[in-house]
């Protein structure tokens, strides 16, 4: 007994009910959140100090937690760089994924790719990992090019490097960007259950990605071409590169269950970890993707779950992968039509200056799942 | 009245599971076969096996008219369970990183469709009976036939330098009697099955080759002698894997001249108008495959399949994805020579990633 017994019943129970309800409501309101910036307008020369730039754009910025926003207010030039890594991300994935069943849909407004986020499985794994990817390969090439104030290329890299060549260049600063990556993105992750562990692990695991997939590239100097000095520097991977990498993560993902460390409560950061559901496979390493749900079925529309089915879409009707029309349609069938196509051909350049053409006509055969 | 060849075939595909559990049962987990010598006309045990392989014919799904020609053949009964067993091996031999890996589950459904795999099915069985039964003529285990007796081989200078080819003329002579007459019924189901029946034979025509061997002072050519030989029932089954990943669907069209149904290659939008008869060496479906990827009456699925991560995962896993596990696999290492004169090793340990695919 204690305090509670000098209130009415009926009191206690609501604010029981209350706190149990709270976390739940901010955590799944709270994730991803900032995804909505991808649709802000900017320009690279637009050179305005920190409050101005809140005043122009306050209202985009609601989307922001108090701590993105002031990591963008110290950051001048670093909104572009997010919002632009943002839309690369999206294309990427939309590119990963244009042959499946789920081929990354996005929509305008805040939320950005649907219901599917609120799902703790593979395909939103996938998400937060290019997602914050996109981030922080962005933020390091933004360093390079010198549109954010507070970075520069990666002048530790200096002097000798080995015996015959030495640091020189401009490095792509990959420890800005992820060190920004990490502060930024996981800003967003409120909370302590399992969503949340996940979340944290696969945007760790898009920016390890990152850097794990940086190379060194060398210029050779010296007399008539000879390779008397090198110069080399370390440079960012292409996004496809990264995304392709994802992808693969993303087939061979981990599916998790909280790990029990029994009777250590010394190490609060122990406790918390991530165990695979089938002790016999590999526990998940910094650079798995990780997740807790089996996927929905992406073969149908459904409107609670967020999915929007694979009627109208386009497939292969010779292949036996996941493009063809047996996977795609969810053997369903497809659909069968020809489609008259001009193109110009027969190009030929005449002195001068033109070029001129013949219309050519040919019959395309498109497949299209029932 | 003599059943289809299809009825025949189907029974022989069958015919797998009871030799496969036979085969288990008595070898254990070696999988290793024992031929069982043929035993001679005087030999004193003939009486006790006299009427043994009149009891396996019985055993085996034949028709009326095949059990008749089993127990006047003493060891074909033999010769069908060995190339049942041919058949099935070769078969997941060469449908091993496929969705479809011959399982003899679901074989049954899939044996009343005409998929692509029927197809395969089909032929491969013909290809093994008529593989084994060229073969169990020149091992001298049936009563009828012999070694190759092509007269423009010298056979008898063969037969005296030991070496004997294998009987091909005799095997698709006795299939085409045993498998029932050309002229079966006239569903385009049993056309389609005769047709890649016939293709299976003749990808083992097709891979019989001549093998010489010289003799002479010093290995000089003085004398050559040549023999028929089949080559190894693996490239049988990797021309017939060739058909099948390049068989074509056929419909039912009647010829006007004749009067019957003939098997028709609809013509495809964009190619020549007229619609095309299949060629003899390509194999024929009419109905296009399931996926195979999920438990169904033709197929158990892909679910827990072990993988290449890199090549079959992404067709094999259904996008589904795959599980990674990690095993310590011991092998042998540092293998030096002691004098004299045997061979020692260390065992070292190894980790090792297998990956398969999700359920």
Redesign the interface.
């Known amino acids: 007994m204690g305090l509670w017994a000098l209130l009415p019943s009926w009191v206690s129970a609501t604010l029981l009910l209350a706190l149990t309800a709270l976390p739940a409501a901010l955590g799944a309101n709270s994730s991803g959140r900032w995804w909505g910036i991808v649709n802000i307008a900017s320009s690279t020369n637009l050179l305005t100090d920190s409050k101005s730039l809140q005043l122009v754009l306050e209202p985009s910025l609601q989307l922001l937690s108090r701590k993105q926003r002031r990591l963008i207010r110290q950051n001048p030039g670093i909104l572009h760089s997010v919002s632009g890594g943002l839309q690369s991300a999206v294309r990427e994935c939309k590119w990963q994924f244009r042959n499946?069943?789920w081929n990354c849909p996005t929509a305008p407004g805040p939320h950005l790719f649907g219901k599917i986020v609120n799902r703790g499985c593979?395909e939103t794994a996938f998400i937060f990992a290019i997602t914050s990817a996109g981030v922080t390969h962005s933020v390091a090439r933004s360093c390079s090019e010198g549109s954010i104030e507070s970075c520069t290329c990666d002048y530790r890299r200096r002097g000798p490097g080995g015996p015959d060549w030495h640091w020189g260049g401009c490095s792509d600063n990959i420890d800005f960007g992820r060190l920004f990556g990490r502060e930024f993105v996981d800003s967003g992750e409120k909370g302590r259950d399992l969503r949340f562990l996940m979340n944290l692990h696969n945007n760790e695991a898009g920016r390890t990605t990152v850097f794990s997939e940086m190379r060194q590239e060398c210029k050779c100097h010296g007399m008539s071409g000879s390779c008397t000095v090198r110069t080399c520097w370390m440079r960012l991977p292409t996004l496809r590169a990264v995304g392709d990498v994802l992808r693969?993560r993303?087939?061979?993902?981990?599916?998790v269950l909280y790990g029990n460390r029994g009777n250590n409560r010394a190490s609060r950061a122990e406790l918390l970890r991530l165990e695979p559901e089938?002790p016999?496979?590999?526990p998940p390493s910094p650079h798995d993707l990780v997740y807790f749900e089996k996927s929905p079925n992406f073969c149908t529309y459904s409107g609670r779950l967020g999915t929007a089915g694979t009627a109208g879409r386009a497939c292969n009707s010779s292949s036996?992968?996941?493009d063809g029309c047996?996977?795609l349609c969810c053997?369903r069938g497809h659909r069968?039509r020809?489609q008259r196509v001009t193109e110009r051909c027969n190009c030929t350049f005449h002195w001068c200056c033109h070029v001129s053409c013949r219309n050519c006509t040919h019959?395309r055969?498109l497949h299209e799942c029932l | 009245m003599r059943p289809a060849p299809a009825l025949a075939l189907a029974a022989l595909c069958l015919l797998a599971l009871p030799a496969v559990v036979a085969a288990a049962a008595y070898f254990g987990l070696t999988g290793r076969e024992v031929l069982t010598p043929f035993p001679g006309p005087g030999t004193a045990a003939a009486p006790a096996q006299a009427g043994a392989h009149l009891k396996q014919c019985d055993l085996l799904k034949l028709s009326r008219w095949q059990k008749q020609l089993c127990r006047r053949e003493p060891g074909l009964a033999e010769t069908l369970r060995d190339a049942a067993h041919l058949g099935l091996l070769e078969c997941q031999f060469q449908f091993r990183q496929e969705?479809w890996n011959c399982s003899l589950e679901g074989r049954t459904g899939l044996l009343q469709r005409g998929f692509k795999e029927t197809a395969f099915l089909y032929a491969v069985s013909a290809a093994a009976l008529t593989h084994a039964l060229a073969r169990a003529c020149s091992a001298g285990r049936m009563e009828r036939c012999t070694c190759d007796d092509s007269p423009g081989l010298e056979s008898r200078q063969a037969w005296q330098w030991g070496v004997c080819g294998d009987n091909l003329k005799y095997s698709t002579k006795f299939l085409s009697n045993f498998l029932g007459p050309k002229r079966g019924s006239k569903d385009l189901r049993a056309r389609a099955d005769a047709h890649n029946t016939h293709v299976g034979i003749k990808a083992v025509k097709s891979g019989l080759r001549t093998t010489c061997k010289c003799h002479g002072v010093s290995g000089s050519c003085a004398v050559r002698t040549c023999w028929k030989q089949l080559s190894p029932f693996r490239e049988t089954g990797q021309v017939l894997k060739l058909r099948y990943d390049t068989a074509v669907k056929v419909s039912s069209a009647t010829n006007e001249a004749l009067g019957r149904l003939e098997l028709w290659v609809p013509a495809k939008?964009?190619g020549p108008a007229k619609g095309l008869a299949p060629r003899p060496v390509d194999l024929v479906y009419m109905e296009?495959?399931?996926?195979f990827?999920r438990p169904s009456k033709y197929s158990p699925g892909t679910a827990g399949r072990v993988c290449s991560?890199d090549t079959s995962?992404?067709?094999l896993?259904?996008?589904r994805?795959?599980?990674?596990?990690?095993r310590m696999v011991a092998f042998s290492c540092h293998c030096q020579v002691q004098w004299c004169c045997y061979v020692e090793c260390q065992q070292c340990a190894q980790q090792e990633?297998v990956?398969t695919c999700k359920r």
Do not use: I, M, N, W
């Open positions: 499946r069943r593979r693969d993303f087939d061979g993902a981990s599916r089938d016999a496979h590999k036996p992968a996941l047996e996977l053997g069968t020809t019959t055969v | 969705r939008p964009g296009d495959s399931p996926s990827c991560r995962c992404s067709s896993c259904c996008g994805g795959y599980d990674t596990q990690s990633l990956y």
